[in-house]
């Protein structure tokens, strides 16, 4: 069983940054990929970025140029680093890892980002 631990999230300024933690522990024998996803009120959770295990890199649109993800493979934390926050993104943001193709998603806790304007 995997355990994925967020920190970072909180309150900041819009144009402000905060760059979120991801720890995982347990059992975790191969990687497809760790990433980030979020969901704001009434809204479906959406992938912003992920990284997979050879350290390719996926972001969605909106955060491009803006967001970075990264990995430490020797502490298995994946970080997710936030530069222009703006209202937008605002949302309770959520860590994922997939370790093979045929297992499910597991998932963190969540933590909240709140960008006022």
């Known amino acids: 069983q995997v355990q994925l631990v967020e920190s970072g999230g909180g309150l900041v300024q819009a144009g402000g940054s905060l760059r979120l933690s991801c720890a995982a522990s347990g059992s975790i024998q191969s990687l497809v990929f760790m990433g980030w996803y979020r969901q704001a009120p009434g809204k479906q959770r959406e992938l912003v970025a992920r990284i997979n295990g050879g350290g390719g890199e996926w972001y969605r649109e909106s955060v491009k140029g803006r967001f970075t993800i990264s990995k430490d493979n020797a502490k298995n934390t994946v970080y997710l680093q936030m530069n222009s926050l703006n209202a937008e993104d605002t949302a309770k943001y959520y860590c994922?890892?997939?370790?093979?193709?045929?297992?499910?998603?597991?998932w963190g806790q969540g933590t909240q980002v709140t960008v006022s304007s």
């Open positions: 994922a890892l997939k370790q093979t193709e045929s297992l499910p998603l597991s």
